[in-house]
């Protein structure tokens, strides 16, 4: 099945509704309206790697900057990645600037 949110291919339980919910809140990714429609995803379903505080790994992720390597070996980016294609794949949500973090 193409074109599925990340909680949809991972899931987490924490869209709208969700089983987790209750328990855990609804994932930023789910609730990102202002993402909708990019990488044809419902929200951020489809950019989650862009966006903060999303909950991967049994922990809340941080940034982009911070989570970059982590969420680039992730199924979810990967699939999107594939299914979009080089031509039509967003990386970023509009506005956003990647900054590495520096030590």
Known sequence: MSNQN???????GREEGGDKTADLGVCPA???????????????????????GTFCGEKVQGDFAQKSVSCMSCEVFKQVKMEEGAESFVLLKPGQVYQAASK
């Open 6 to 12: 990340c909680w949809e291919i991972k899931k987490c």
């Open 30 to 52: 789910a609730s990102e309206a202002s993402c909708n429609g990019i990488n044809s995803g419902t929200n951020a379903g489809r950019i989650c790697w862009a966006i903060a």
